[in-house]
C-alpha cells in the first residue's frame, strides 16, 4: 500500500475552501483574522494531522518552533528531570512548538558549550536552563545574545531576566519553624554544595534563622559524601554515634534522604521518634515509605 501523502496547506484549503494565504496566515498567527476562520482551520488542521514543515518554516520566518531545554545532568534528581519536562510538555502541547533536550555533561570544559551550540546554529527559539548559578556565565552569554531565555533559578546580574525558582529561604524559615514546634533542640541542615543560587539561598537562610533562635545548628554540605548515598549512609551512622545526635534535620534532596534515615536507623534512631527530617520533596517516595 503507497504511503499516504503528507498533509499540506493547500489540502486545507481545499478542505475549508479558503484562500492558500489566509490558511498560512492563520496558522502562522492569525490574529487580524475572524475568530470563526481561525477555528475553521485549525479543526481541519487537527482533523488531517498537520505538522508544519520545521525547515520550510525556518527558511520563510528564520524561526525554528523549538525550544531548547539544557539540562543539566544531575544524579541526585528523583524524577526532576521526568517533571520538568512534563510540565514544559504540558504547556507547549497544542501550540506550535517542540521541545528538544539539549544535556550539559559534567565532564565538559566549557560551561557554556550547550548554549553556544544554540546560538550558533540557531536551533531553537528560546532556551530554558536547570541549575542557575549567581553569575551564571550561561545566563551572561544569552543577554548579551539578546536571545529569549528562561532559567529555573535566580542569578545576581543587575539585568533583570524571566525565571522560575523555589522559594529557598521560605522552605527553610518553615522548616525550621516546624522542628521547634516539635521541640527539636539540635538541627542539622543537609544540603551538598552544587554551585546554584538555590543553595546558597538555602545556606543563607539557615543561617539567619538560626541566628535567631537560642538553639544549635550545623550544616553539612560537602557533596562528595552527599551525592554518595553509601557515603551519606556512612556519614550518618557516625552522626548518631554523637554525644548528642541531631534531633532534627533539614534536607533538600530525597536520595540523600533516605541515605540519612537508613544510617541513623543503622545506629538504632527512629523517624519520628528519636528525631524529626524534613526534605523538599518531588516524589512521592518518602510518604510512601515513611508515612
Not at 9 to 33: C, F, P, Q
Not at 193 to 208: E, L, P, Q, R, V
Not at 260 to 277: C, H, K, M, P, R
Amino acid at each position: 500500500m503507497p504511503d499516504k501523502k503528507r498533509p499540506t496547506l493547500k489540502t486545507i484549503a481545499e478542505l475549508t475552501g479558503l484562500s492558500l494565504s489566509t490558511v498560512s496566515l492563520s496558522l502562522r498567527d492569525g490574529s487580524n483574522l475572524k475568530q470563526e476562520t481561525r477555528d475553521k482551520v485549525a479543526k481541519a488542521a487537527q482533523q488531517i494531522g498537520y505538522v508544519p514543515n520545521r525547515a520550510g518554516v525556518r527558511l520563510r520566518t528564520g524561526r525554528t518552533n523549538v525550544l531548547a531545554l539544557v539540562l543539566s545532568t544531575d544524579k541526585n534528581g528523583l524524577d526532576f528531570t521526568k517533571l520538568l519536562i512534563q510540565g514544559i510538555g504540558n504547556h507547549i502541547n497544542g501550540t506550535k512548538f517542540h521541545l528538544n533536550v539539549v544535556p550539559e555533561f559534567e565532564s565538559s570544559s566549557d560551561p557554556v558549550a550547550a548554549v553556544r551550540y544554540v546560538l550558533e546554529n540557531r536551533s531553537a527559539d528560546g532556551v530554558i536552563l536547570t541549575h542557575t548559578s549567581a553569575r551564571d556565565p550561561r545566563v551572561q552569554l544569552l543577554m548579551e545574545a539578546d536571545f529569549p531565555f528562561v532559567s529555573h533559578g535566580r542569578t545576581e546580574f543587575y539585568t533583570p531576566h524571566a525565571y522560575h525558582d523555589f522559594h529557598a529561604e521560605r522552605y527553610i524559615e518553615l522548616s525550621i519553624q516546624r522542628l521547634i514546634q516539635k521541640k527539636r533542640r539540635n538541627i542539622l541542615l543537609a544540603v551538598a554544595d552544587n554551585n546554584t543560587t538555590n543553595y546558597a539561598n538555602t545556606i543563607g537562610s539557615f543561617k539567619h534563622m538560626m541566628a535567631k533562635t537560642d538553639i544549635p545548628g550545623d550544616i553539612m554540605t560537602d557533596a562528595d559524601i552527599l551525592d554518595d548515598s553509601k557515603k551519606a549512609r556512612a556519614f550518618c551512622q557516625t552522626l548518631a554515634r554523637r554525644e548528642r545526635p541531631y534531633d532534627g534535620i533539614i534536607c533538600n534532596n530525597e536520595l540523600t534522604s533516605l541515605a540519612i534515615i537508613n544510617g541513623l536507623q543503622d545506629e538504632g534512631l527512629t523517624l519520628g521518634q528519636d528525631y524529626d527530617l524534613i526534605c523538599k520533596q518531588t516524589t512521592g517516595i518518602l510518604p510512601i515509605l515513611y508515612p
